[in-house]
């Protein structure tokens, strides 16, 4: 029998084995509707192990992750990065206590706070003014942080953002591990930075302590797959094991595992190869649009943050502010005349996420694209770039705890009613899923009135109960 487990499971559906076992589809595709693998969707059956008690076929795939990464140990997550975020969030900060974290984070930091009572601290990065682009943490920053918080237990931040911006996270780290602090790096979409030395070095390799890899991301595995590797001893084993029980499901899809274990197999049989053609075919295709006029390829050199540690050249990054367009047209013309799917709008830029599944073809029709768009649209752009409003979303001020607002006792009210009110509900643009607004955040005109611009333009602004986003729930007057 195979040891790989995606061979395995593969054999054990041609096999005749009869199951008298979950899933209800009986392993027969005559029972669905669809071209699904059920023959190979099982359930924890003698010889495939368990994921919460890995201890054969589970083990040793996840064994390999770490090998292939060069960590201390590797754990699959099912449940993407989201479950691994609470995971790693819960087993480095006791109930109740202090937590340093970056303010562009993904929702599910926020939710982690929130499960487990956690006073956070926030650190802005730099931001371009013109694009909305969050940029980098300052290390010393962090260092400025953690000795005015001496009860801080972990820091966390994201790197590389969504629009792939790199923070020094080796400074970063030794701050922290200067403060007796463990370092937690939402590195989602940089699960592929180990395979090539073109992209960025990967946290794993510069001290961080917990990485989190969404694999699904920008690998060839499956939606909803995700790794996270422990790499050091300053978060407990046995804590993230517990809460990575906790926030996935008993019964994790072995199509998901087995997509992960695939994927691993054919990177490190092919990987080289596969990323010599990937990142020759990218840069050609970032030199081709870097000759773009009005539709330019954002680069650290031409943004305002130009202190930009790092950067991953797979997020291509399309640029709107030089011509007539906003991002969401621009996103509209390339999906509707071109047929293109972008990885997300937003004000300003277009971003394409570009991952080594991407073909030569596929980036030529990217850059005739916009090289057109380009040509057609000149005679409608503006001879010199008027001076346009900041797209700044501004601090937030912090009055609760994210938990002693989503807890409280609430009243809705009109967005403009309620200006300095508290929060009780998070507010954001998705993707990226940062949140412009936090519970416990007082809500501020600046806010109101993005959540307006970006209505206007036709976004949709998640996370209120009201979908309209004409009402926002804040805490009683009472509490």
Known sequence: MEDRLYKKLEAYGKSDFYPFHMPGHKRNPLTVDGDFPVERDITEINGFDNLHHAEDILKRAQENVARIYGVQESFFSINGSSGAILAAVSAAVKKGGHILVARNCHKAVYHGIYLRDLEATYIYPHEDSRLGINGGISPSRVEMYLAENPDIEAVLITSPTYDGIVSDVARIAEAAHNHGVPLIVDEAHGAHFCFSDYFPMSAAQLGADVVINSVHKTLPCLTQTGVIHLCSNRVSREKLKRFLGIYQSSSPSYILMSSIDACMDKLEREGDEMFRVFTENLEKARVRLGKCKYIRLVTPEVCEYRRVFDFDRSKILLSTVNSSLNGRQLHRILREEFHLEMEMEAENYVLALAAVGDTEEGFRRLCEAVEEIDRRESLKYRKEIAETESVKNGKMKQIMRISQAMDADSERYQLEECIGRIST???????????????????????????????????????????????????????
Do not use: M, W
Request: net charge negative.
């Open 425 to 479: 509900e998070f507010a954001y643009l998705y993707p990226p899923g940062i949140p412009l607004i936090v519970p416990g955040e007082q809500i501020s005109g600046h806010f109101v009135k993005n959540v307006r611009r970006y209505l206007e333009q036709g976004f949709e602004v998640q996370g209120l109960s009201d979908q309209t986003s004409e009402t926002i729930c804040v805490v009683s007057n009472d509490v």
